[in-house]
């Protein structure tokens, strides 16, 4: 049974247009991210979480909002959608910040026209 | 800067063995994790080593060597299924002020032949 689970797992979104992506753990983590991943590149981070109603930048954050109203659940807002935005992005959950397992979600394809 | 390289692609035979590479340059270690995505699903853990030395999980083994900032997964006994990214994630960061990120390399596809 998935414990971190994404929606939705595929998207076309237009550009300007505003995306929400949805994330959602049963692992009881404090830690909760949110990456992209590109063909070529590796993951990067965008916003990640360590508690409820808090939220942290990644390395890209250009462009993204991120929202954590509660310990299970984490969104990822992309306010203006633009072309460069065009990824899958995926989710993960970890217990702590020291560990080195993550629990990713089966990942959010969006594509922006 | 900061940077985990991996090479793009490996290509070996079903019933041998595969080494994927790693090589880090980091400010600050505190792990590194080898991780498997098959394509269109999520990366899958396999290893976390911290110290120097082969770390014997079976299927999976992980090398460490932190002077050389180089690691390496071995799958041994390959067979069809194991074909997929292997992903190399060091830790690198601030001990002193205890922020620490997840650097991801680009993933090195395995492909196992018959």
């Known amino acids: 049974e998935a414990a971190v689970t994404q929606s939705p797992r595929s998207k076309v979104a237009v550009t300007g247009g505003k995306v929400t992506l949805s994330c959602h753990q049963t692992?009881?983590?404090?830690?909760m991210y949110w990456y992209r991943q590109d063909t070529g590149h590796g993951l990067r981070l965008i916003h990640y979480?360590?508690?409820?109603?808090?939220?942290e930048k990644g390395d890209i954050p250009d462009g993204y909002k991120a929202s954590r109203p509660s310990q299970e659940n984490f969104s990822l807002i992309l306010e203006l959608a633009s072309l460069s935005q065009t990824a899958v992005y995926f989710c993960a959950s970890s217990e702590d910040a020291n560990t080195g397992q993550l629990y990713f979600g089966e990942g959010s394809k969006l594509t922006v026209l | 800067g900061q940077g985990v390289e991996q090479p793009d692609n490996l290509m070996s035979v079903e019933g041998t063995f595969a080494r994927v590479n790693c090589t880090y340059s980091?400010?600050?270690?505190?792990?590194l994790s080898w991780y498997q995505q098959r394509e269109g699903h999520a990366p899958v853990f396999l290893s976390y080593?911290?110290?120097?030395g082969l770390k014997d999980s079976g299927h999976f083994s992980t090398f460490l060597s932190r002077s050389n900032g180089y690691s390496y997964l071995l799958l041994t006994e390959l067979q069809i299924k194991d074909s997929a990214s292997y992903l190399c994630a060091v830790r690198g960061g601030n001990a002193s002020s205890g922020s620490w990120q997840l650097i991801f390399g680009s993933g090195t596809q395995l492909t196992v032949m018959p």
């Open positions: 980091t400010s600050g270690f505190n792990g």
């Open positions: 979480s360590y508690v409820a109603d808090s939220t």
């Open positions: 080593v911290v110290l120097d």
């Open positions: 692992n009881n983590h404090d830690y």
